[in-house]
């Protein structure tokens, strides 16, 4: 990115850049071009705090003084971890002549202008120390723009609607999906199973219960239509749950998915399945919870109406060119 991003924003004639939170060195290659820039999360926020918990871990909100012991721990590991990147980044500031900074202070990588959420607030643990520049639009997606996928809908019968789906990276979980079959033995559901487009319908072999399998499925459409859906806490599926109304079961697997995971079950939109602890019996337990007891439903069909009313991209545009002009 500090090799080849200046160049081609040059060639390109680019007059501000959006640059993912997560990207440390954003605000670095903004600064030598001398160009305005907007910080957009399109994973969790990352923004610290001693209440909140890291955000690369599945911890409980506990804003106690224990809770903050934790936290502290939690937040300075992951500053350790993250030295290489910050010493690569000094060494380009150093070359490109810029002042050095506090590469731990995050303040200091996002922008001062704006940064933008695509969570809602209210799917967020409290909060106090978030800048005024801190804006929660909703999900940032063009659902029309969505190549169309077949599916065997003729299959589908007047049974509660389950939906498994471990998003298009982790999804090579086969056994996952092996036991989310078993756990819905017995509930008369109907149960449909994507595997994200990275595998054949046949690696399966043998799935109890025939639940329709298919490589890739219409995700959106399914959702309008299911009871339920088991799901990885991948943000951008956890959104679409909610969008919907749909409560979740969640099997967080990497990266913010635990954290993502935690906040569901804080919202009461789901429970979460750990992925070490991923047995039949434990399944089984949080789908019939999820799937027969309303609080669960209520709260995601709540948080359709707060992520109606966010503003999305509109909202999202309105800043970007305000910040801009």
């Known amino acids: ?52 918990p890291p ?26 971890a993250g030295t290489p990147v910050k010493l690569l980044i000094s060494e380009y500031r150093r070359k490109w002549n810029l002042e050095p900074i506090d590469l731990s202070n995050k303040l200091n990588i996002w922008s001062k202008k704006a940064i933008i959420s695509q969570q809602p607030r209210s799917f967020e643990f409290s909060r106090q120390e978030l800048p005024d520049y801190f ?9 029309a723009a969505r190549t169309a996928i077949p599916f065997p809908w003729e299959k589908l019968t007047d049974k509660p609607l389950i939906y498994a789906s471990l998003g298009t990276i ?41 639940p329709i399998v298919v490589k890739a499925a219409p995700q959106l ?49 789901g429970e979460v399945a750990n992925l070490d602890n991923c047995t039949i ?11 027969y007891q309303p609080q669960y439903r209520q709260n995601a069909l709540k948080f359709k109406t707060k992520i109606a009313q966010a503003g999305g991209v509109t909202k999202a545009a309105e800043i970007i060119e305000n910040v801009i002009s």
């Open 135 to 143: 804006h929660f639009v909703g999900p940032l997606v063009n659902n």
């Open 281 to 291: 019996d434990a399944l089984k337990t949080a789908i019939a919870q999820v799937l």
């Open 55 to 80: 955000a690369l871990t599945g911890w409980d909100y506990d804003p106690s003084w224990l809770g903050q012991l934790r936290n502290q721990i939690g937040n300075s590991l992951l500053e350790l």
């Open 1 to 52: 990115m500090l090799q080849e991003v200046p160049q081609a924003c040059r060639r390109s004639g680019v007059e501000a850049l959006l640059i993912d939170q997560a990207l440390f060195e954003g605000s670095t290659i903004a600064e030598y071009l001398n160009l305005p820039f907007i910080t957009v999360c399109n994973a969790l926020l990352f923004n610290p705090e001693p209440t909140v």
């Open 170 to 210: 982790q999804n090579k979980l086969i056994w996952v999906f092996i036991q989310i079959a078993y756990a819905c033995l017995g509930l008369d559901v109907q149960l449909v199973i994507s595997l994200g487009g990275a595998s054949e319908p046949e690696e399966l072999g043998y799935v109890p219960g025939k």
């Open 221 to 269: 459409d399914l959702l309008k239509r299911a009871s339920l859906c088991i799901t990885h806490a991948g943000m951008n599926t956890t959104l679409e749950c909610l969008s919907n109304g749909v409560p979740m079961v969640a099997i967080p697997i990497t990266n913010d998915q635990p954290a993502v995971a935690a906040r569901i079950a804080w919202t009461k939109t």
